[in-house]
């Protein structure tokens, strides 16, 4: 079946409220622990329902924003998603309160449970009035975003297509593209410094309302935490200032060497004289490789990617309209994963189509559990498939990039280590801003501009006075739409490092070991996955220091002065 093929139909939310109704009453009267446990899984299949109709809603208004009808549907499910969270919430409440308890931890797990607590903790019937403003300042934040129309160089682009440009070999073309992306994010400022406003305020109403002291420790339990909190992560955010920025600096130097530039700039986004590497193909191209890649790589790639080509499960054109970014997001009903994003002609495409392509191999391979809370895990041990999935790639690399492939290896990876500061940047600027929700849109902004000269210290924006203010965080719509999640990106990225260095070592023991992680879904919290998949934990201090060094002396046999 393909996906245009998927039937869409607006879900009947009083037909559904008088489901939950019942199974409810079924519940409160059930005498075994049997009997409760066959109306889990009839609520399994309700949520999975309703997801269905929501993802496809979301999918669809993601690929053309200007569609009037998903548009609307898209506002029908904002409004009325919190509604149907607390019916999912106030049946959580009996099935952690049961009496069969032990009986049902043996049949669905003691995570389960551990989810379900958190859920409890996170969710009230008072707040939902605060979660659907939230929901529509977050579509408000995408619409405003898609809606760039760039004048630049006698075209109109949106934002991804800006991306060649800014990775022009032309230092004054990347130069004019910064200054003109800055520009369309000056003219947006007020906007969206009050739609920031207004998030941060509902999410610390909600706090409030759920007996927090702020925001943080709610954010935390919203992505489902169970065995870790904002300690933890301070702790490793102290490893990456210690042991990465510094290192990170000396890349740095090692570019501007490279290039020739004594001061490089904000814009000199290109790793390489000759330019960033390419893939050497159109995006037809580009799929007809990764279709060579999966189905050498393993059986299960093969299965996986042949069903995601047939069932036209890809979306990955640029067009007017469009959302910006790229995701991988799973349709219940048809057990489909789906794949949305942006391509540009830059190494970005390769990067989307193993990282995104690695949740999805993911979840498909967990398709068929029964609990829609397991089939994804926690952010952070999802990231973990999909970095994983770019290394475990690498052998390919020449197919995509030819005569780049060196070029890749080293951008990819040196990209990867460059990109842990910048993401506990992102986490240590919203812990700044939910600790402190009252600040104004200035302290904001000099907030992150304080942060960036601890973890990127070198950074110049030259005579991009609106970035200089501090708004480069304006594009990261993380900060806007999942707080506190952009900082599973980096203990994930730990993570995969662990297992390029297992891959060097014995592939058919990392890939083994890899498949076997995504099976285990999100049965269990993140450190448990880490322990089962034999991966050090990012949160032991010393662990990230002893990752990078087999990547530092890799990084260190290739010249990359000749590149």
Known sequence: MKFKDFQYQRPD?????????????????????????????????????????????????????????????????????????????????????????????????????????????????????????????????????????????????????????????????????????????????????????????VRNDAAKALGYENFVELGYKRLGRTDYGSKEVKAYREQIKRDVVPFVEKLIQRKAKRLGIKDLKSYDTISFLSGNPTPKGDLTWQVEQATKMYRELSKETDEFFTFMKDSELLELDSKKGKAGGGYCTFIPGYKAPFIFANFNGTSHDVDVLTHEAGHAFQVYQAREFINPMQRFPGYEACEIHSMSMEFFAWPWVPLFFKEDAEKYYFSHLSGAISFLPYGALVDEFQHAIYENPNMSKEERKATWRKLEKVYQPSKDYDDDHFMEKGTYWFRQSHIFQSPFYYIDYTLAQVCAFQYWIRNHENHQEAWASYVELCKLGGSKGFVVLMKDAKLNSPFEDGTILKTIKPLEAFLNTIDDTKL
């Open 13 to 201: 939310v009083e037909a559904i409220k008088a489901k939950y109704v019942q199974v409810m009453a079924d519940f409160k009267a059930a005498s075994s622990a049997h009997m409760q446990a066959d109306i889990i899984k009839q609520v399994f299949s309700l949520v999975d329902e309703v997801d269905t109709m929501a993802q496809l809603v979301s999918i669809r208004y993601s690929l053309n924003t200007q569609d009037p009808f998903y548009e609307a549907e898209m506002e029908f499910i904002d409004e009325v998603s919190p509604e149907l969270q607390n019916l999912v919430n106030e049946f959580n409440k009996l099935v952690y309160g049961s009496k069969f308890k032990n009986e049902l931890i043996k049949v669905f797990g003691e995570h389960y449970f551990n989810q379900i607590e958190v859920s409890l903790k996170s969710f009230d019937e008072k707040i939902i009035p605060l979660l659907q403003e939230e929901n529509k300042l977050n579509s408000k934040y995408s619409k405003v975003v898609a809606s760039a129309q760039i004048e630049f160089d006698g075209g109109v682009y949106n934002l991804s297509q800006m991306s060649p440009f800014t990775q022009s070999k032309d230092r004054e073309t990347r130069h004019r593209a910064q200054l003109k992306i800055s520009e369309f994010f000056a003219s947006k400022e007020a906007e969206l410094d009050e739609i920031y406003d207004n998030l941060v305020k």
